[in-house]
């Protein structure tokens, strides 16, 4: 039997050690967060349909020749994976014979949406920046000319966007190794968008997230592709032009309405303590119904699998 040992509870996965190996456990859970907090409500099978969906785009990955920490699924809601470390101080890492985090998340859009536009709207984001005329008035589910990429912080407590040169900077990046990570978003994005396409979905944006491993050759790790890190819309709908939302930001959308959003933003434009802000409160049973409908449906449309 194999010997576990829990260390790590995150948002949404519990991480354990494996005894006597360089491996990890996920095992995902069916909780969901949003803006940085864990909603005190669970999602049925969310997590199962977030394990078997990584380990789908992994194996496409490796097709590709990117390389991964994916090892195998070992249940439907739990995958062995190799072990990376996590260095919060990147400036003394020297070669080493384990794998490393690179402590950044990546981020690839293709169309204004979600906190890209409120970005656009407060001039946080220029026109330019995105490849727009300068006097261009974006709007929702409006494709980008060019992709935008983004870094933001992976290990602080709330995730901040990064210009290039920072995000190379806190990682030790080369720009050699900075231009092969977003090769590697761009080429395993194409992949993701060719499936979803088949299967009536458009693909929005999604992050991913990177480690080196021993040899410091590039290796996706975490979560991606799935309704979590990735947004996706209907083709059919996008078509009449509806933005219908086939992923996490269906949840965002509801504690907008709800106003807690706002009330949460503006605790923070204020910089109030993490535990002075406003506690998310629980969504309704009808919402989780519906979302965890979301989830199994988003499987079967992103894999083509039966869930």
């Not at 070992?74 to 919060?88: A, C, I, L, Q």
Request: aromatic fraction near 8%.
């Amino acid at each position: 039997m194999v010997d576990l040992e829990l260390i790590q509870i995150g948002k949404v996965k519990e991480v354990y050690s494996v005894k006597g190996t360089e491996e990890l456990e996920f095992k995902f859970t069916d909780k969901i967060s949003v803006f940085d907090k864990v909603i005190p409500s669970m999602i049925p099978r969310k997590g199962e349909s977030l394990c078997r969906t990584s380990a789908f785009w992994f194996e496409k990955g490796r097709d590709l020749g990117i390389g991964s920490h994916f090892i195998r699924l070992t249940g439907p809601d739990s995958m062995r994976v190799k072990k990376v470390n996590v260095e919060r101080d990147m400036r003394n890492i020297t070669p080493t014979s384990h794998s490393i985090l690179i402590p950044l998340e990546f981020i690839a859009r293709y169309y204004v949406a979600g906190s890209l536009l409120d970005r656009m709207k407060k001039g946080k984001v220029t026109n330019e920046e995105v490849g727009f005329p300068s006097a261009h008035t974006a709007r929702y589910g409006e494709p980008l000319p060019e992709p935008l990429l983004e870094a933001t912080t992976k290990l602080e407590d709330v995730d901040r966007p990064l210009t290039n040169g920072e995000a190379m900077e806190l990682a030790k990046l080369d720009r050699a190794e900075w231009d092969e990570l977003w090769e590697s978003v761009l080429k395993i994005d194409a992949v993701i968008e060719r499936e979803s396409k088949s299967r009536g979905l458009v693909h929005v944006d999604g992050k991913k997230e990177f480690g080196f491993d021993a040899d410091r050759d590039l290796m996706l790790i975490d979560t991606f592709g799935t309704a979590d890190e990735d947004r996706f819309w209907d083709i059919s709908e996008l078509e009449k032009g509806n933005m219908v939302e086939l992923s996490k930001e269906a949840v965002r959308q509801y504690y907008r309405g709800s106003g807690y959003h706002t009330l949460l933003m503006d605790a923070r434009e204020k910089g109030v303590t993490k535990d002075q802000e406003p506690p998310i409160p629980a969504m309704p049973e009808n919402e989780v119904d519906r979302i965890a409908g979301l989830y199994a449906e988003m499987f079967e449309r992103l894999t083509g699998d039966r869930f």
